[in-house]
């Protein structure tokens, strides 16, 4: 049986670089060599235990790879050796979901998300993927695996902010927290024509990074009333849609009280425990609001729209990744990312890169440093 290198989640804050077998594909399904993978805040929330996966699984869920082999009845249109993207969320196309338009609920609630959650993940050198037709997004020879790295999830998601917020031209908009998913929502918010685009964080290198992203104009929640702010920029109207990027009752409970009667309330944010709105931040529930929220979006068309945006030069998402580690070092990226040393944003990690570190170096390896 053939071997592979992989992050294996063994526990609670125990994650173990392993030995484990490769994995073969089925009719339908492929393997694919990963080149470049990520690590992603929902990665975090599963090492610490608040988020519960199976002991033993490889996590991560943003793949960019080469074809490496082809199950059954794949090969009229893909081939060995060709590169690829796959989303994060990897919809069967077939199920009542799928064709209800829900893709990332495919076969059920949040069921799209398999890779890192109930099925082996991306941190490793080889990765098994399902209904392959729908889910292998060719990449265009002249793009760079950087480029590309944020589309499985981080920039599907943010944008998928904007999308699912119906932002028109000239509508303005608040986006609340202004991490790599929120700052790809301020970018979202621009490529949908808003006019004013308020980017909201407490951190100023990630307010300076929000204008880089498109946004008009940055607020601290810190140091002001950002509700009161948004309102007086508004006419005292509210904004047309607000975008919940973070996942805590505070930026939700903002979020709801800067949206205009007949606003939107764009929900990305991941919550856990209970969830409050109050009735006066709601007009007693009567304003003709709308609360909407939305999983990424996966599959190989929209990995093909995202990477056409790239192409085109309408966006530019390399700026995220600020780290770059060999996939050996995941104990160092790990714990920089889950810490937010450093003002990372995002770090790219490379299975076949060698690791800077003298421990886990076997069989006469020398220490060498990556080249990146
Ligand atoms: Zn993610
Ligand atoms: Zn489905």
Known sequence: MEMMKAVVFRGVNDLRVEEV???????????????????????????????????????????????????????????????????????????????????????????????????????????????????????????????????????????????????????????????????????????????????????AERRAMSQRFGASMTLDPTSEDVVKRLKELTGGRGVDVAIEALGRQETFESALRSIRPGGVLSSLGVYSGKLVAPYEAIYAGLADQRIVTTLCPGGKDRMRRLMAMVSDHRMDLTPLITHRFALDDIEDAYDLFSRQGDGVLKVALFPAAAPTRTRGLQNGETLSHMAF
């Open 21 to 203: 077998s490769k994995p073969r594909p089925k009719a339908g399904e492929a393997v694919i060599r990963i080149t470049a993978t990520t690590i992603c805040g929902t990665d975090v929330h599963i090492v610490k235990g608040e988020y519960p996966v199976r002991e033993g699984l490889i996590l991560g869920h943003e793949p960019v790879g080469v074809i490496d082999e082809l199950g059954e009845g794949l090969d009229d249109e893909f081939s060995i050796g060709q590169r690829v993207i796959v989303g994060a969320i990897t919809p069967c196309g077939q199920c009542f979901y799928c064709l209800n338009a829900a893709h990332s609920q495919c076969g059920g609630a949040l069921g799209g998300w398999r890779f890192g959650n109930t099925i082996n993940g991306a941190w490793s050198e080889y990765l098994l993927v399902p209904h392959a037709r729908a889910n292998l997004a060719a990449v265009p020879e002249a793009l760079t695996d950087e480029q590309v790295l944020m589309l499985p999830d981080i920039a599907s998601t943010g944008i998928s902010g904007a999308e699912s917020g119906n932002i028109r031209i000239g509508d303005s908009v608040a986006v609340f927290a202004q991490g790599p998913i929120g700052l790809c929502a301020t970018l979202g918010a621009r490529l949908r024509g808003a006019s004013a685009i308020v980017g909201v964080d407490p951190v």
